[in-house]
């Protein structure tokens, strides 16, 4: 069974730094591209960063970029993202989610990331 | 960047009656268009992939088409469970989710 377990959401102070993590199981994690997806509360879903297996190909949402890194380590079965400069606007419950030909399959449950003063 | 929409925003049905919902690109992206259902507290569930393809275990009464910029997705019989907020995305061009469309009981 695939499992996607998400941690590292908290409480962070704006213009902070935050890591989340994803570990997977269940399937050849080295061999599937991940995607973080990102949801505000009482707001629709949006993707925010991708990552290909080898981490030859990393894309980021403009809203994002420069201020998050994503990357994995295929060893650990695990995948991360780095959220530095973190804004109010970034509040939200982050998903890691595998990327099957473009669309997610399977999905963790989330952790949530408060940025408040 | 393409922008997804969708309508209507909210779409009131009885159960049994059908469901139709609509996914707009700003610019092509073939087929390769996803639809989501999610429901509160929960994480998203993937329905449609490929823009007609139904995901594994979704039920018949899903179905949906559509190609470039245009999509549908349609419950043929509305259940009780299939109330929630359904979402497009297009994976043609990095990805793009649309705003959503809430389906309630009318």
């Known amino acids: 069974e695939v499992q996607l377990v998400e941690s590292g959401g908290a409480l962070v102070q704006p213009g902070g730094s935050l890591r989340l993590s994803c570990a997977a199981s269940?399937?050849?994690?080295?061999?599937?591209?991940m995607n973080w997806v990102r949801q505000a509360p009482g707001k629709g879903l949006e993707w925010v960063s991708y990552?290909?297996?080898?981490?030859?190909?990393?894309y980021y949402a403009d809203s994002v970029k420069g201020r998050f890194t994503i990357s994995r380590d295929n060893a650990k079965n695990s995948l991360y993202l780095q959220m530095n400069s973190l804004r109010a606007e970034d509040t939200a419950v982050y998903y890691c989610?595998?990327?099957?030909?473009?669309?997610?399959?399977?999905w963790g449950q989330g952790t949530l990331v408060t940025v408040s003063s | 960047e393409i922008v997804m929409t969708q309508s209507p925003a909210t779409l009131s049905v009885s159960p049994g009656e059908r469901a139709t919902l609509s996914c707009r690109a700003s610019?092509?992206?073939?087929?390769?268009l996803a639809w989501y259902q999610q429901k509160p507290g929960q994480a998203p569930r993937l329905l449609i992939y490929?823009?007609?393809t139904r995901a594994t275990g979704i039920p018949a009464r899903f179905s949906a088409s559509g190609s470039g910029t245009e999509f549908t997705l349609t419950i043929s019989s509305l259940q009780s469970e299939d109330f929630g907020v359904y979402y497009c995305?297009?994976?043609?061009?990095?990805?793009?989710f649309g705003p959503g469309t809430k389906v309630d009981i009318k």
């Open positions: 989610a595998t990327s099957d030909g473009g669309y997610s399959y399977n």
């Open positions: 269940g399937f050849t994690f080295s061999s599937n591209s």
């Open positions: 990552i290909t297996g080898s981490s030859s190909t990393i």
């Open positions: 610019q092509s992206v073939s087929t390769n």
């Open positions: 490929g823009a007609s």
């Open positions: 995305q297009q994976y043609n061009n990095r990805r793009n």
